[in-house]
């Protein structure tokens, strides 16, 4: 793969940090739902933010 540029190096920086914060309050809601099929909205929203958070990643290596 191609070396990143300066501009697509911070891009990249901020997608990741975007998908963990959306982790995070994806879990926090999962933890305050009492409807079980609402915190199951959440916790996939959760798994799946982490998912693309985990490839953004990868670009990095």
Known sequence: MSQLNQVELQNLRHLIGAHE????KLQAYA??????EIKQF????AQGA????Q?????LN
């Open 55 to 59: 490839q953004l990643l990868s670009f």
């Open 21 to 24: 914060t959306a982790h995070q």
């Open 42 to 45: 959440f916790q996939d929203g």
């Open 50 to 53: 982490m998912k693309t958070k």
């Open 31 to 36: 933890q305050q739902a009492t409807d079980p």
